[in-house]
């Protein structure tokens, strides 16, 4: 027995040498046969076997020195380097936008939580989208908070109402009237500017609106709203 427990800084050489009993017979058609069997000497003994060898067990420990400090610290650096999370499950972020904030040196859902607006902002403006307010750069960083924290239930919630926009900027059209349109699906500007008057009368009509509100002009209003948007 070794008399501790080897830890990660040692290293055991074991030689183990089998102790090797012979029994050698003769058979009815003058053909001799050996057998082997791994045995001690009362067993070689007592069943007419040969002992051949003995046996014993030597054990080597070599100590293995433990990393230096700076290796240490080299090695963690190393994996804090190496190491990225998705940033693709933050909205607005695809693989393009990945790559550029992740050449800006963000790289964890950590790093962008800690991101202040402008500085996302100055990222894409120096990859030439001129705009970034477009892409929703106001909350990547509550977003990545979020996902780093493991609230996915939040995070789905915080990103469902970040994809609206505020249908209530459009003249005439209220409180009661945008959650019908969201209950039906539109819940762009550029949802909404798809649909006609007739359309948009007929949803409200169907959830029991005041047909004194006219949508006609919604469409209109909303490409206008979604062009600013966009830039």
């Known amino acids: 027995e070794l008399g501790f427990v ?28 050996i057998q082997t069997a791994p045995v001690d000497a009362h067993y070689a003994s007592t069943y007419n076997y040969n002992l051949d060898f003995a046996a014993s067990v030597q054990t080597k420990i070599v100590p293995i020195p433990p990393p230096t400090l ?58 030439g989208l001129t705009n970034p307010d477009r892409y929703g750069t106001a909350n990547w960083p509550e977003q990545a908070e979020l996902a780093y924290q493991g609230k996915w239930s939040e995070l ?41 008057g007739a359309a948009l009368r007929k949803i409200l009509d169907e959830a029991q609106v005041s047909k004194s509100i006219d949508p006609s002009s919604w469409p209109e209003e909303a490409a206008k709203l979604d062009r600013e948007k966009k830039g």
């Open 6 to 33: 080897p830890n990660f800084y040692h290293f055991v050489d074991t030689v183990i040498n089998i102790k090797v009993a012979l029994k050698v017979s003769k058979s009815e058609d003058d053909q001799y046969h």
């Open 156 to 196: 789905r919630d915080l990103q469902e109402k970040s994809e609206k926009d505020n249908l209530k900027k459009i003249p005439g059209l209220g409180a009661k009237s945008e959650e019908v349109l969201n209950t039906a699906g539109i819940k762009t500007y550029e949802a909404l500017s798809k649909k006609s």
């Open 70 to 127: 700076m290796e240490e610290r080299l090695r963690l650096m190393a994996e804090m380097w190496q190491r990225k999370d998705d940033l693709k499950i933050v909205n607005g972020i695809g693989a393009k936008m990945e790559y550029y904030l992740n050449e800006a040196g963000i790289k964890t859902l950590k790093k962008l939580s800690e991101a202040k607006k402008e500085d996302l902002d100055n990222i894409l403006k120096k990859e």
